[in-house]
Each structure stands twice: as structure tokens, then as C-alpha cells.
T-cell receptor
Framework: DVKVTQSSRYLVKRTGEKVFLECVQD?????MFWYRQDPGLGLRLIYF???????EKGDIPEGYSVSREKKERFSLILESASTNQTSMYLC?????????????FGAGTRLSVL | GESVGLHLPTLSVQEGDNSIINCAYS??????FIWYKQESGKGPQFIID?????DKRQGQRVTVLLNKTVKHLSLQIAATQPGDSAVYFC??????????FGTGTSLTVIP
């Protein structure tokens, strides 16, 4: 069974704190993604990675950075958390190529920035 | 940019009835589509997918229809059950890797 694990289900942080969200997948997928999900806006892509040490900006990268040091792990970093980064964060992974590109999601991390 | 949208934000159906959830997409180059189900407090789960060389695909109690002429996608759920209550959203891609997601339709099944 496919598994994408996000390290925390709920996080509460203060404005200005540095925040790390961790994601691990056990499917040997090349691609990994970070999204945020807000009511009425759907899923918006923050960053993605096609390979180890590789990263690409998504639609809303401002205020975020990522790290992919190992194939199975993709970290999202909020350098200085702000209240407008309060959201649900979803990690996903998929295999490379066009044959089958289903993105498998983790359970999500609900982040509150106070 | 891309836009993937859903016609109705909420849908209520009686248990046992069929449900139809719609999705419009704007990129005529999109060639792969996925429907996801997201239950409260959980991440999105894959339901069914379809490629642009098909008009219809069936799964267990679910059917996806693709109308490329009007850029419309629908998800049909047969004999809807209380466990089907969730938010459903579609996703499209033309790159094979980066997807664009709709905002979702909340389905409520009335016992």
C-alpha cells in the first residue's frame, strides 16, 4: 500500500518562527510536491522536486523554501512564519513519466501561525 | 494560467441515489485527469483517472466521463452511500507531472 507520511498533523507556531514540515514517501517516487489548501482556493502548488537536490518553484513559492537531500524525503521550510501562512499543507508524490502519474497525498499538516 | 473549476460547491443526495459531480477545465492541451476524494481531516485519495484518448472510464461504483469538445469532466457515483460524503475535486495535467486542481464539491449523503 502506498504511503506518504507527514510528520505532524497539527502545528501551532508564532509569527517569525522558522517552521519545518517534513514529508516521507515509501514508493521510491521521483517526484514530490508541496501544496497548501485554503477554503475556496483549492490546492495551490508551492514547490516541487523531480529528483534529489532538485527543486522547482510552483505557483506560490514566496515565503517558502524546500529541501530534498534524499529521494524519499521532501521538506518544506517557512523561513519566518507569518499569519497568512496559516493553512493546510499537503505533500504528494508521484512516479516520473507519462504512463502513470497519480499523485499520492499525505494526511496533511494543519498549521496555525499566531 | 490554467483554471479548473467545479460547477457546484455543494451537493446533497439521498442514500441510494446516483451522484453527479461536474468539473470544467480550460486548457485544451490537458490530456490526463484525476478525480480525488477528500474526507474531513484526511488527505486527498485517488478515485479514478482518465486519459484524453478516452471518453469514459468505469471503476467500482464510479464512472468518469470526459467531453473534450466542451472541456468538461464529470464523476458519477452509483448508489451513493453515507461513506461517500466528502469533498471531491478534479485535477488536470498536460505535462504528466504538474497538476492543476479544482476547488472541490462537497457531497453530503442524506440517510
Amino acid at each position: 500500500d502506498v504511503k506518504v507520511t507527514q510528520s505532524s498533523r497539527y502545528l501551532v507556531k508564532r509569527t517569525g518562527e522558522k517552521v519545518f514540515l517534513e514529508c516521507v514517501q515509501d514508493m521510491d517516487h521521483e517526484n514530490m510536491f508541496w501544496y497548501r489548501q485554503d477554503p475556496g482556493l483549492g490546492l495551490r502548488l508551492i514547490y516541487f522536486s523531480y529528483d534529489v537536490k532538485m527543486k522547482e518553484k510552483g505557483d506560490i513559492p514566496e515565503g517558502y523554501s524546500v529541501s530534498r537531500e534524499k529521494k524519499e524525503r521532501f521538506s518544506l521550510i517557512l523561513e519566518s512564519a507569518s499569519t497568512n501562512q496559516t493553512s493546510m499543507y499537503l505533500c504528494a508524490s508521484s512516479s516520473r513519466g507519462r504512463v502513470k502519474n497519480i499523485q499520492y497525498f499525505g494526511a496533511g499538516t494543519r498549521l496555525s501561525v499566531l | 494560467g490554467e483554471s479548473v473549476g467545479l460547477h457546484l460547491p455543494t451537493l446533497s443526495v439521498q442514500e441510494g441515489d446516483n451522484s453527479i459531480i461536474n468539473c470544467a477545465y480550460s486548457n485544451s492541451a490537458s490530456d490526463y485527469f484525476i478525480w480525488y476524494k477528500q474526507e474531513s481531516g484526511k488527505g486527498p485519495q485517488f478515485i479514478i483517472d482518465i486519459r484524453s484518448n478516452m471518453d469514459k472510464r468505469q471503476g467500482q461504483r464510479v464512472t468518469v466521463l470526459l467531453n473534450k469538445t466542451v472541456k468538461h469532466l464529470s464523476l458519477q457515483i452509483a448508489a451513493t452511500q453515507p461513506g461517500d460524503s466528502a469533498v471531491y475535486f478534479c485535477a488536470e495535467t498536460n505535462t504528466g507531472n504538474q497538476f492543476y486542481f479544482g476547488t472541490g464539491t462537497s457531497l453530503t449523503v442524506i440517510p
